[in-house]
């Protein structure tokens, strides 16, 4: 059992994504694709929408027949019929002429605009009058405007959100590849821990990371599996990470992650076979405590008991190679939203710290107002909005700076 | 029918929510509750953590025991033994002794602060050097410090982060009353629209509103029913509004809410029971031909036919809406994040204007690129991150703006 961290920089671990590829593709239908992310190129199977298609109701022309049409001088045309909506026009509309079309109505052969009825009067049944010139394709959209064939309208590892998803049900994909939704194991550890329906003895607590990091996973659109809370035992440990492993994408263990002499976790890591511990110790606070190993192809974590520092380096760290394991082509930014800071706030040179702060209107914007309490208070992330980020080489920020605060 | 709008403002729509209530709510499992929201205030039942607990490796002492100790003059205590995880301990800690602690540990009676083992050094079995003093409660939760017992940590109307699951969870509560999840009926018209399994003939598209609009009530963590598409007929429209209004708690018409001779919606609407127009036509763009109805104490929503124009106006004015509906104290706030714009934008004075952009890197933060296209065009949503929001009284933005981007 190491009694020493061997403590990373963030960035040295972020960089350990690349240990860890992403979960097998699946087909899925369409309608139960948002959220997930895709697993292959998506191509356009045909031009979209497929033909010169009216965006105003009014009359399909020829834009030349509009030219120098004003109020004062407007153009005379001849109404040649109306297209019905859904249907190919049975006719080629010919010079000079103009056919009534509805908002999505396909242009006939021989027209390429559409000029607005607010624009126009029809002095009876044949002739019309228009007010306004329209250029070529003005209020329409032409054939292959949205998508031409053969085009790749999705490349893989795209999050599909409501348009994605919209896209490809207009394509007629009704099925779409996808990368499995994987599962992550969690495993709370102390002997002081006890399961949320006992009454706890004094010196006792309920568990409360297993449900924060399984919300943290429900909202990165993953699926938790919870494998309850181990004593501190290295045997009992062992076993149920071997379980874990056996049946989940990523293992997340809360608690023992430190270097006293009730840590376990890594001691029991060392011993799994095809296992190696990639980082013991972070340079972040809250979140120095943390483990990562690689345990055949599956990341494993040690995150710290302490609830605050649990859910930091969840957010934080895990979440983005979640991310990875999920088929994200690249990571997913975190937003970050510009705040001006209420107060000045110590930081450790060579220490990336986290600082819980609540969100408030101000004068000239938002301000960041630190959340003051200890990291094993999880009312401090009730009051929490966000994280204010502060660098590496920074000793601290001063009131008043703007800063970049990280949406919780 | 109506053949013209009575066009209200952004700010005169969104105040309409008061006309609608919440659902009711159930009590539901805390493990499935990220995502939903309180129906009642949750107050803490016992104290929490209920013990003054250790938040470091080393001694339960009485803090005045280690006044004035430092390197040169370290305090000497007598070990008085240690004290098991979970467990309460079976002694009064004496004046001027300590005992051993590990995180998490409960400190015996007597004791008021732990020194971490790294400021300390065992002499032999019973004596101890103490290197730096501690403050009373230092590197302690005390009993109550995370929750008083009967103290509302919880209001009625919280969206439950991981965070807000975790204290329930920690308090000991196995289930949450919570508003029940709102159903969203989802109806696409048009003679022209055709399911996505269907190979369109020219003249007919595929349907896509349904599909972006059930993925921005996923998103919202609420349920959308598709009811398929509707011809241009009004008895078919009236119909299945009525079983969408049977069997949801919102319906969303998309196509058919313009003001021309195609557009059945407020008509039909007119026709229900016990249902007022609220709104028909919106100063925004896109999305103007927006209508909104009461049937009942159901919204009924007629959208815009144009991709965009659905889209823009579900994620700007129908999810506020929605978000009322489950339950939500207060509207939820977009995320809006500064960049600068990289051309002048206009917008006409009087009308709320929404551009789509991309958001790229640029040399002081994010720069702002408008995404050019029809809003009939999806595609111009896919490369979109956000919008643009251009208030009411300007006519437009010029280059280098300074602008809030709401995301996509």
């Not at 000045?344 to 040179?349: D, E, G």
């Not at 999880?378 to 590496?392: K, N, P, Q, S, V």
């Amino acid at each position: 059992m190491s009694h020493f961290f061997i403590v990373k920089t963030l960035d040295e671990v972020m960089a350990l994504q690349q240990h860890f590829g992403s979960k097998e593709s699946e087909t899925i239908a369409v309608t139960s694709a948002f959220s997930r992310i895709l697993a292959q190129d998506v191509t356009a199977p045909q031009n979209m929408p497929g033909f010169r298609r009216a965006t105003m109701d009014g009359y399909a022309i020829q834009a030349s027949a509009s030219f120098g049409a004003s109020e004062s001088t407007p153009a005379w045309l001849e109404i040649q019929g109306s297209i019905p909506m859904g249907q190919v026009p049975d006719f080629v509309l010919a010079p000079g002429k103009a056919a009534g079309i509805a908002t999505g109505g396909m242009l006939p052969r021989g027209a390429d605009a559409v000029v607005m009825v607010e624009h126009t009067q029809t002095i009876d049944d044949t002739s019309l009058e228009i007010y306004k010139s329209v250029a070529p394709l003005q209020n329409v959209i032409d054939e292959d405007e949205d998508c031409k064939s053969g085009e790749v309208v999705l490349p893989a590892g795209t999050f599909l959100r409501p348009q994605e998803v919209g896209l490809a049900a207009g394509m007629g994909l009704s099925t779409l590849p996808v990368h499995q939704v994987p599962k992550v194991g969690i495993i709370s550890t102390g002997d002081e821990i006890i399961p949320i329906h006992e009454d706890p003895s004094p010196g006792r607590i309920r568990d409360i990371n297993s449900y924060t990091l399984a919300g943290f996973v429900q909202e990165a659109h993953a699926q938790p599996v919870r494998y309850g809370i181990v004593k501190d035992d290295p045997k009992a440990l062992q076993a149920c990470c071997e379980q874990a492993l056996a049946e989940t994408d990523m293992v997340l263990i809360s608690g023992g992650s430190s270097v006293g002499t009730r840590d376990y976790t890594v001691a029991v890591l060392s011993q799994l076979p095809d296992t190696d511990i990639l980082v013991h110790g972070m340079s972040v606070s809250p979140g120095k405590p943390t483990i990562l190993a690689r345990s055949g192809t599956i990341p494993v974590w040690g995150l710290p008991g302490q609830v605050v520092s649990a859910m930091v380096v969840m957010k934080m760290v895990v979440v983005p190679f979640l991310h990875r394991i999920q088929g994200y082509a690249a990571p997913r930014p975190l937003v970050r939203i510009p705040a001006r800071l209420t107060r000045n706030v110590a930081s450790a040179q060579g220490r990336r710290d986290f600082i819980r702060v609540v969100l408030e209107n101000g004068p000239d914007g938002l301000m960041a107002k630190p959340v003051l309490g200890k990291s094993g208070l999880i009312r401090t992330m009730i009051r929490a909005d966000g994280l204010l980020d502060i660098g590496e080489n920074l000793e601290g920020l001063e009131k008043n700076t703007w800063t970049q605060v990280i949406l919780l």
